[in-house]
């Protein structure tokens, strides 16, 4: 590198499928090499001094190898132009030294004196050229530029291993904190873990105990309603036998009083005992022969006198397609049905409750029937339409007090429906009306005789029909 290269020439000096680092070049093209020559013939040396320093180069000379060795004690060289015969010390001491001082300084040997075999064998102690007196300058001149530029990329490699090193040394020590921080991580996950499978075993086993007592309690009512309601039935019997005694106005009318309380208080307990029974998993569903027109007329006939008191026409009417001989649990349906009727004739003021029987579709064995009871009561607002079949509720305060009950009805209507395998539902427009719906899947029988309703023409002669 007699002068400061060019980019081009730099990139000839790259192995195949390296790229030049921007810094590495920078700092080649703004560095001095410094150059010492070593040579007793004083014309050689001050000949190389100029011609070197023309390049570009910090040259300096030695006549002898003691003052050689000074010079490379004091200073870090490039490059040693090195004679192999001195007055005072061998060249191949000097090689010796440089070898045990440093590995970053190169030597190129010039001589007149040796053979090839010392040529080889100083290539042999680390020199990187070898050169015979006398030589045109233009070969020692390119030689002096190979050596400067191997030593420069042996330094930008060994640099760049230093950053790779340093850098795999940083990665390394991330991964082990990353890691660490891994496994930290893992493990407050897997206690966290832990402590969720025994909080999920807590809860279950705190659900099992709250379903058990539950159970308890609604057993324990169970039991209580029966109680309860055993006493109740000769107190309605006596009432309602005293009441048809002679008795003064002031003695009926007390007495009326205790058989409406006797009526509503008996409701209530059966109402209680219901639920209380299907909360306990007492309650059993029976499945016998049944005909659904019959036990909708004995609905009919149950309602009639509460919904005649209050003003309010009640109707039921069978769709033909229903088939009127069914198998299922009559007691539970007609339950069901009661207390939608019930509960449309209690928030109905004025007008009609129709019961509707239609059929919503069949196989050849069974047919699923709709029961739907519609009235021109109250209605229910939108956002009360999801809770009113919960356990006691109710519309509101006000319409407990005004209508009473104890929001058990339909909460019972629905688990009865669910455990016979139906569904139930209400539409309902706030101050419009309400339509109540349920659904069974009841087995047809063979026979499948419509229900019969009675005509003029079935009734006996002489009879008043208005």
């Known amino acids: 590198m007699a002068r400061k290269p060019t980019y081009e020439e730099l990139e000839q000096t790259k192995g195949q499928g390296e790229r030049l ?71 191949t001491e000097i090689m010796d030294h440089i070898n045990s001082q440093t590995a970053e300084t190169l030597v190129i040997v010039i001589t007149g004196h040796a053979s090839s075999d010392s040529a080889v064998h100083f290539l042999k102690k680390g020199a990187f050229d070898y050169l015979r007196k006398p030589f045109e300058y233009e070969e020692l001149s390119k030689t002096v530029r190979n050596a400067l530029d191997q030593k420069a990329l042996k330094s930008e490699r060994k640099r760049a291993e230093e950053e790779l090193r340093k850098a795999h040394d940083e990665l390394e020590l991330r991964v082990k904190r990353r890691t660490a921080e891994l496994a930290k991580t893992t493990e407050q996950l897997k206690l966290q873990l832990i402590g969720r499978k025994q909080m999920k075993k807590d809860l279950i086993k705190a659900k099992e105990a709250a379903e058990a007592g539950n159970r308890a309690k609604s057993e324990f009512l169970a039991s209580m309603s029966h109680e309860l309601r055993t006493p109740m ?3 309605i019997g006596m009432t309602k036998l005293v009441l048809r005694t002679d008795l003064t106005p002031k003695q ?55 919904a005649h008191e209050k003003g309010i026409e009640l109707s039921c009417l069978i769709d033909k397609n229903v088939p009127s001989l ?52 109250i209605g229910i607002p939108n956002d009360r339409l999801d809770s009113v079949f919960e356990s006691f509720t109710q519309l509101d305060s006000g319409t407990a007090r005004k209508y009473g009950g104890t929001g058990l009805g339909l909460a019972i209507s629905k688990k ?39 005509t003029i023409s079935d009734l006996n002669p002489g009879v008043r029909v208005l």
């Open 21 to 91: 680092d921007p810094w590495f070049v920078e700092a080649v093209m703004s560095y001095v090499p410094k150059i010492l020559i070593v040579d007793d013939d004083p014309r050689m040396c001050d000949s190389l001094k100029v011609l070197l320093g023309n390049e570009g180069y910090e040259i300096q000379t030695r006549r002898n190898g003691q003052e050689a060795l000074e010079a490379l004690v004091k200073n870090d060289f490039d490059l040693v132009l090195l004679d192999l015969v001195l007055p005072d010390i061998n060249g």
């Open 233 to 235: 039935n000769p107190i």
């Open 416 to 454: 009865l429906t669910e455990m016979m395998g139906g569904r139930i539902g209400v539409e309902s427009k706030e101050g419009k009306g309400s339509t109540f719906w349920f659904t069974l899947v009841l087995e047809k029988r063979t026979e499948r005789k419509a229900f019969h309703y009675s």
């Open 326 to 377: 069914v198998r299922g649990d009559p007691v539970r349906v007609k339950e069901i049905l009661t207390n939608l009727v019930e509960n449309a004739v209690k928030f109905t003021e004025k007008g009609i409750v129709i019961v509707r029987l239609s059929l919503d579709g069949e196989t050849n064995t069974h047919a699923t029937v709709r029961f739907a009871v519609t009235d021109t009561g």
């Open 252 to 306: 009926r009318d007390c007495l009326s009083v205790v058989e409406s309380s006797a009526d509503q208080l008996l409701a209530l307990i059966n109402d209680i005992l219901d639920f209380s029974r299907i909360e306990a998993r007492r309650l059993d569903i029976e499945s016998y022969d049944f005909n659904i027109g019959t036990m909708i007329n004995d609905v009919e006939k149950i309602m009639k006198l509460e």
